[in-house]
């Protein structure tokens, strides 16, 4: 239910910027990003696994403390319908529902001393929890 709502807002502001958010999504430009910390973290993944052709799939779920979630995981293959780019030797998988969502986002890896991950730059999320784990539109 929380998805079918978040999706409605989507659609209304791909309404109001038809030509950029629509465009992106149907010629399939570079509309994610992929920071050199983030390919670099991914290829140790790969390495660690040992998995080097593996492709990391992401998406967003409902769920989290702003409402929706990101989730990545390796895979062998993609899914018939997800959208696919390239950055360099790695391919990144998403679903087309989830990329509404993460239409736009940078893809980075930081390393603090109060969190080490993967960080999603969002310019969609109107909010996002501290943890930079789930975000809302």
Request: aromatic content about 10%; hydrophobic content about 35%.
């Amino acid at each position: 239910m929380l998805l079918r709502q978040q999706l409605k807002i989507i659609k209304r502001r791909i309404k109001q910027n038809k030509l950029s958010y629509l465009y992106l999504f149907l010629e399939n430009k570079m509309a994610v990003t992929m920071t050199e910390n983030a390919k670099n973290r991914l290829d140790l993944l790969k390495k660690k696994r040992q998995t080097p052709s593996a492709i990391l799939r992401l998406g967003v779920r409902g769920g989290g403390c702003s409402g929706l979630s990101y989730y990545m995981d390796l895979v062998d293959e993609p899914q018939p319908k997800d959208k696919i780019f390239t950055f360099g030797s790695h391919t990144v998988a998403i679903d087309r529902k989830s990329y509404l969502f993460i239409n736009g986002s940078e893809i980075d890896f930081e390393k603090t001393l109060a969190k080490t991950g993967f960080v999603f730059n969002n310019p969609l999320a109107s909010t996002s929890c501290s943890c930079g784990e789930s975000f809302s539109l």
